[in-house]
């Protein structure tokens, strides 16, 4: 049987602020600042002014998580807590006072983060968790609550981008809280088209934050 040709519209939104450590990062079990909670709480309220939302999820770190929340109570949803939409684990040691970007050194697809993930692996999974959203969700919209490094391999399965090729670039500043929005056609958008199709909506939009704007 023929699948419809129905997109499915993804809102990746970054978490909340993180409460960082004595060092200034935070790591993967960090909650949200204060901050982080006043911006999960515009979020919650921005979705719940627009259009119907169908399904949330949301990686399993605390600082999404605990973004989530609020967005799921807005919308009357319960949260999908999938482990795919985790953060890489990049080694922080790497910055220094002039780079504060330790990420900016992981970019061939072998290079493993301190857990032994490496890029390669880490596109998979997060491939993997949107095409199998997409697929469950036609003519839906849906909200994928998780971090920087995940919406930016998002975009990269958007548009096709091979899971084993360097990261050499970046799409937008994903600041905390912020909205991606892509309208993905997994099956194609017209009969005789491209098998697969995608349109990028947003990149990193701040609007709803308002003062609530912060960069990590």
Request: with cysteine; glycine share 8%; proline share 7%.
């Amino acid at each position: 049987m023929q699948k419809k040709l129905e997109p499915t519209a993804l809102i990746l939104v970054r978490h909340g602020q993180a409460q960082p450590g004595p060092s200034g990062f935070y790591g993967h079990d960090a909650p949200l600042s204060e901050l982080g909670r006043r911006q999960a709480d515009a979020v919650a309220a921005c979705l719940a002014s627009g259009p119907a939302v169908n399904a949330i999820y949301s990686s399993n770190l605390p600082r999404a998580v605990e973004t989530s929340s609020p967005v799921a109570e807005q919308l009357g949803l319960e949260v999908l807590v999938d482990e795919r939409l985790a953060e890489f684990d990049v080694d922080m040691a790497l910055a220094t006072p002039s780079n504060q970007r330790p990420d900016l050194y992981y970019w061939l697809p072998d290079q493993a983060g301190v857990d032994g993930e490496t890029l390669a692996q880490f596109a998979s999974r997060v491939m993997e968790f949107h095409e199998e959203v997409v697929d469950s969700h036609p003519g839906q919209r849906v909200v994928v609550i998780s971090h920087a490094g995940t919406i930016e391999m998002a975009i990269r399965w958007s548009l096709g981008i091979d899971k084993r090729s360097p990261w050499q670039y970046e799409f937008a500043e994903l600041q905390n809280a912020s909205f991606t929005e892509i309208e993905v056609w997994p099956h194609g958008r017209v009969p005789g088209g491209a098998p697969r199709y995608s349109v990028l909506r947003k990149i990193g939009d701040v609007g709803h934050l308002g003062d609530l704007v912060t960069d990590r």
